[in-house]
């Protein structure tokens, strides 16, 4: 008797649904329990919020999660396709230098990445427990979180990938070669540890950022390069899913605890102006790769902000918010206090940052709406971000700029930047003594000290049987650092660079102390007057021994320290230029724009900052000469291209044109920003708009779409100025594009009334449609565009 087999295929089918079928019992079987136990507590007349309570809470979570997941899903899949097709799928997110031939050399270092990835995963297990885990107990344990201890750590078979590749060859120094490469990973690694005494477990672990690696010094024998600094431009992304016991915190809130850790671990190694170094040669000094290496200061004012979304929900529907600010540049963060009610803050708050590589930082301002809830989850609602390019400060000098929010229906904040270089010239501390008294604010700064504590020897014993764990701790006015513990040891090393910002080194005073792990007794110390650098050769000293005080005879420490004076930075144009004052803020245009969303002409926003010093186009390319009329202003064709900034925003060139239809003309500066990926817009005027009927004089105002969609999230749209034929706008404007999707859009430019004209069936006064695929933007372009009929255009 002949038994008919099932076909393999009907029955893999039917054992996943079998399996489908016991999962969704499984699952709700077990959130059926979890529901009955608390519903159960509120039968014993608690309250029907224990009913309520958790099933909210699960459908908040469920929802977290599966977005968390979609996202986490679809950039492994992105991590297991060949190279090309990753980076070319990616590449309206690559860097702008990444072109075809970078392409080509990605793929080959991650041909070179995937043959020695078992290596790098030794090492980064290595790198995991020494360093990192340290770093994630103590930070940890502020939240009453102890004993975490990573258990089991496989980063998989999956190495990260490069999207792009840029080698540096100017503005380098001739013994080091630098790199930076747009690093991706999204691999499959299996990472256990204990926390609290439960087990819990990391998946999918994701980061994506930009990673610069500098070979230096050049040597002349083998490996050909003393050693390496390895580090990230700006804070990488990081995201992760949480499986075990640690599932139950995987949900909004508790989760970015353990996130938000996880990211300021990294950032504390390998985060500008932290660099991770890497040791390749005994035949260099330490000092060489591990010395902080600042660049300058930039000194932030967070003026205030205007127009902010309304978050908080009052009695009668939407309320206001409570607004503040963190100011981000790498690893180093500052924040404002919050402002309650209100969503025009002022906050007048100040504050100095490191800068290691002008070139290439960015300095990130996040408003949040302040809301109560868990101390280090993300309990706060956004209200928006800036984002300012900091080689652009560096060009200027200085820049006062109102910036319209990012990721936000509205909403714009004031910002003051200021360059400041490091000077070898102890004379400039008068001036900069001098501009912080005028400032009137007693946190500036006007001193760089470099502190590099490379060992200490002869150190008491604290305790009589064995040898001290000792760690060194180094403080200057509110500033503490403190170096890695070294285990039981008199003779310690601990080559470890730190930088302070000063007030004032005539006064101010560097204190170093060394401090036993184990017992927390002092094992020396020493007091250091910091003007005594100015009476040494370039203000500093190298790896000398100091004597240790309250320690042993012939206990010393050896260090080496650079004093640098803050300096404003010569402006980079011919022109004078001014100091800002407190008042500049309150400053407004002298058109009839209404005050309460008007934009101040001496406070334009980002596109100042955009504007670099190239020459205003003063031709249309052939294929707008039909439709475009670029000035003939003598004040445009003679002006400086160093002040160009200053032209559009304070003295726009004069038109007598009314346009080639008689409908009048408006004047638009254009720039993409290809680092930022952002399209800036500037309606700067229009003029002579005809008057056919002086008792209906036209409400002008401008509107934007993209085309060819002309969806309803392009949309941007000026203020109206009333009765007026020649209205002066100077509005700014961003569209978030890529490259590659710039050169498939159209810009819809449209002029319109907003009183209806009696003489006329539409408020259109105007249009003109902007093809990107004709025009080069990439450098500032400011032209004037004739009008043309609503007609002229079909939608």
Known sequence: MSVSKEHPIKAMERKQVNSSILSVIFSAVKKASVVGIVYLAGYMQWSIAWFIGPIVLFVIRDQWKTTSDRRRTIAKAAALASEKDVVLARLDDLPAWVFFPDIERAEWINRIIKQVWPNINHYARDLIRDTIQPNLRESLEAYKLSGFKFER??????PFRIGGVKVYDKNIARNEIVMDLDIFY?????????????????RDFQLHGMLRVVMKPLITTIPLVGGLQVFFLNNPDIDFDLVGIADLLDMPGLSDILRRIVVETVASMMVLPNKFPIQLSDDIEAIELKAPEPEGVLRVHVVEAKNLMKKDIGMLGKGKSDPYAVVTLGAQEF???VIVNNVDPKWDFWCEAQISSSESQLLTVHLWDWDPGLPGAQNHDYLGRATVEVSNIVKKGQDDMWITLEQAKHGMVHLRLTWLVLSDDYSDLKAALEETQLLRVTSMSTALLTVFIDSAKNLPQARSSTKPDPYAVLKVGNTIHETKEIPRNIHPVWEQGFTFLVANPESDTLYLTIIDKKTSSELGRITYNISKLSKKTKMGVYKEPFSLLRSGPESKVVWSMQLKILKRAEDVDDGPTSRLERTDSQKSTGSAVQDVVSTPKELEVEIKNELTDNPV???????????VKATTSPVLASTPTSEIGDLIHRSPSI?????????????????????????????HKIANIPLKDPSSIPDPYVKLYLLPERAKDSKRKTQVVKDNCNAVFDETFEYILSQGELNTKQLEVTVASQKQLFYSGSNILGMVVIDFEKLNISQPYTAWFDLNPESTYER
Do not use: N, W
């Open 186 to 202: 999204a691999g499959d690694c299996d990472i256990t540890f204990y926390l609290a005494g439960m087990k819990g477990g990391i």
């Open 617 to 627: 186009s003063d031709q249309p390319p052939p294929e707008y000469e039909e439709t």
């Open 655 to 683: 038109t007598s044109s009314a346009g080639v239809h008689d409908l009048g003309r408006i004047q638009l500066t254009m720039k993409y920003s290809v680092q930022r990926q952002r399209l800036i817009v500037v309606i």
């Open 153 to 158: 750590i496989v980063l998989g078979t999956v």
């Open 335 to 337: 924040k404002t206090k």
